[in-house]
């Protein structure tokens, strides 16, 4: 334990151990903290993406300005990298490893951290989030991972990353819909406003239907909730799943949801997290138990 924080840093510990965590924060914490012995000229074929990177598209035009930008000036700010068994993991930076290579360079600074794979976690969704805009199926993706992965609420995850929990909720709900239309969303030809009120509905094939006509008359989010609201399209009702008796995970996703509190299924008992006692009685309330 003393040799982790040596090697994190006790201020960034305290960073990710707050409840609001901010990624200009535990970046600006590593390089005032570190010296120039520190930064290492890595190659860059020993360097691997984050595993948690949430960021599947990279703009090509972005990339490319970026790219020339360091052939004339170089790599201004070090990235940050974990050593693992084979090289390095990136921590934060990967857009400025991509550029690197398209800019021909062989090297790129680093700092190296030690980092856990939930703060790994964390650094990546923060970085996009607050430095590069994800499509909103990364966003939402993002999320589901936090949530299941660090056994977070939505509250909790809402209070983590400074957002509202009713914005958690509909990144969430996009989840629903089907591959099809969110490919659309991820290649931003379809808003995150106009999936948000297909996410709503049941029927899939209606809803790609619906998405294909969106893009096609180029339909405004007013004109698509008054078609909604007017239309036959069946609204989701509660879905019925027979239960895996050996994989609980998605009994527990749905009580998550239901409940907004960590849930555990375990050799055939349930367990139900609460904080305190408004808590516990939030929860009672809404499973209809009177004391």
Known sequence: MENKRKALGRGLEQLFNSENIDFDSIENEIYENSTSEEVKEISLDELRPNPYQPRKIFNDESLKELSDSIKNHGVFQPIIIKKSIKGYEIIAGERRVRASKLAGLTTIPAIIRQ?????????????????????????????????DKLNLTQDDLARKLGKSRSHITNMLGLLRLPEEVQQMVAENKLSASHARILSKYEDHNQIILMANRIINEQLAVHEVEQMSNSSKITKKNKMSRKVDLTDFSYVEEIMREKLDAKIRIKDKKIEISFTNVADLNRILDILNIKG
Request: glycine residues 0%; negative net charge.
């Open 115 to 147: 980092f856990s794979d939930d703060q790994m976690m964390e650094i990546a969704l923060l970085e996009n989030l607050q430095r590069e805009n994800l499509s909103s199926i990364e966003e939402a993706n993002a999320y589901r991972t936090m949530i």
